[in-house]
C-alpha cells in the first residue's frame, strides 16, 4: 500500500514563506512525475506545480518566481518552497505522485490527504 504524507502547512502573513513536504512510502518501483495541487474553498482543484523524474519543472503562471518545487529522489518526497505568499494562495495543498509498484505495468496516480494553507493579509 502507497501513502504520501504532506508535511508544512500553516497560517502565515502576506509576504512569508512556508514549504510543505510530501514524502510517498509503500512498495514503490519508481516515481515519475511528483506535483503539488490546491483547491481553494468553491474552486476546482488546479496544478501548483510538477517536477518529473528528471527534475523538469512546470509551474501555474500565477506562482512563477515566487513557488519553488524539487525532490529528493533517495527518501522520495517532493517539497514546495512558497515564498512572497498573498491571501490568493490560501488553500489545501494536495501532493500528487505518479508511480508504478511491483508486478504492476501501468503508472497510476496516488494522493496525499491535504494540508491547510491559509495566508493572511
Known amino acids: 500500500q502507497v501513502q504520501l504524507v504532506e508535511s508544512g502547512g500553516g497560517l502565515v502573513q502576506a509576504g512569508g514563506s512556508l514549504r510543505l513536504s510530501c514524502a510517498a512510502s509503500?512498495?514503490?518501483?519508481?516515481?515519475?512525475?511528483m506535483g503539488w495541487y490546491r483547491q481553494a474553498p468553491g474552486k476546482q482543484r488546479e496544478l501548483v506545480a510538477v517536477i518529473t523524474s528528471g527534475d523538469t519543472t512546470n509551474y501555474a503562471d500565477s506562482v512563477k518566481g515566487r513557488f519553488t518545487i524539487s525532490r529528493d529522489n533517495a527518501k522520495n518526497t517532493v517539497y514546495l518552497e512558497m515564498n512572497s505568499l498573498k491571501p490568493e494562495d490560501t488553500a489545501v495543498y494536495y501532493c500528487n505522485a505518479v508511480l508504478r509498484l511491483p508486478f504492476v505495468v501501468r503508472a497510476r496516480d496516488y494522493w496525499g490527504q491535504g494540508t491547510q494553507v491559509t495566508v493572511s493579509s
Open positions: 509503500g512498495s514503490i518501483v519508481s516515481i515519475n512525475t
